[in-house]
């Protein structure tokens, strides 16, 4: 992996981790995930018509399916992430999300775009499973989950994040894909992702209107974050995967789980702290080897 797109991956997960404490402060539902969308569709407009709107126009039907499925996996994600958050704990759901997501993505990026991975980067790999393991409680987590008044929430949790992790690597691939195959803009892929998610979303949420006006009082500031934060960590990552093998570059996103280790113990009250950074120090050697592997 080349020092620029490592940079890119590191300020990207600042980004994400900020955006995800934020998303989990916020206890957004259906509303909280259209009005990203929408705040994005403004907020990002100016950046487009810079980059070019005009190479839309040249794109055939092949690269509009491609983005049509990847803001569907993108909606169903961003959905089911938020639940989990409304269940569990941010260091529990982050963490498992964020690291079944990559490996899952390695492994798909080698059978669709025919990377390959070294024994660096398996090393680092399996380190990163190991901080996973240790982020979401690691003993401490095997014991809560069999007491009675707190193994429902962990269970949830993990089952929620595991789920979580399987559309991020849905995704990954897909964006992946239409960046280093299809060479279409990182900027491009995310905002028409972010678009075509609107109608994607308008039936769940015109179910009740007052209450997306009563959501929209209630939470536009934090949208308005998620709307700012969330494509800026995701279009530099796309452009890390246009200069490094995605393999590398899917887990090495995972030092954002640095910060929402340190976040979640810190600002949100839970506990475990010490133990969830230890397990993000495995996650950022992984890292490591997968960047020199």
């Not at 690269?63 to 994600?77: G, I």
């Not at 999300?97 to 390959?116: D, H, K, N, W």
């Not at 890390?240 to 979640?264: I, K, W």
Request: hydrophobic share 60%; aromatic share 8%.
């Amino acid at each position: 992996m080349t020092p620029l797109a490592l940079a890119l991956v590191l300020a990207a997960a600042v980004c994400h981790a900020t955006w995800n404490l934020v998303a989990k402060k916020a206890g957004g539902g259906n509303d909280f995930v259209l009005m990203g969308s929408i705040l994005v569709g403004v907020i990002w407009v100016p950046v487009v018509i810079w980059v070019g709107v005009q190479k839309v126009a040249d794109w055939g039907f092949g690269a509009w399916l491609l983005l049509a499925l990847s803001a569907l996996v993108h909606v169903v994600y961003f959905r089911t992430l938020l639940h989990g958050y409304a269940v569990s704990d941010l260091t529990v759901v982050y963490p498992v999300a964020r690291g079944s997501g990559p490996l899952l993505s390695s492994i798909g990026a080698v059978i669709v775009l025919g990377e390959t991975l070294s024994l660096a980067g398996a090393a680092g790999a399996l380190a990163v499973v190991v901080g996973v393991f240790l982020i979401a409680g690691g003993p401490g987590l095997w014991r809560r989950a069999h007491e009675p008044e707190q193994r429902e929430r962990v269970l949830l949790g993990l089952r929620w994040g595991a789920l979580t992790g399987a559309f991020i690597a849905g995704y990954t691939v897909i964006d992946g894909y239409a960046v280093k195959v299809l060479l279409i803009s990182p900027i491009l892929v995310d905002y028409v992702g972010n678009v075509l998610r609107i109608p994607v979303m308008l039936p769940f949420v015109l179910r009740d209107r007052a209450a997306f006006v009563q959501a929209w009082r209630a939470q536009w500031r934090s949208a308005m974050v998620v709307a700012v934060l969330g494509p800026l960590s995701y279009v530099m990552v796309l452009y890390a995967v246009r200069m490094a093998p995605l393999s590398h570059v899917a887990p090495a996103r995972e030092v954002s789980m640095l910060f929402a280790a340190l976040a979640g113990g810190t600002l949100l009250g839970e506990s475990d702290r010490w133990l969830r950074l230890l397990g993000a120090t495995a996650i950022a050697a992984g890292v490591v080897a997968l960047a020199v592997g």
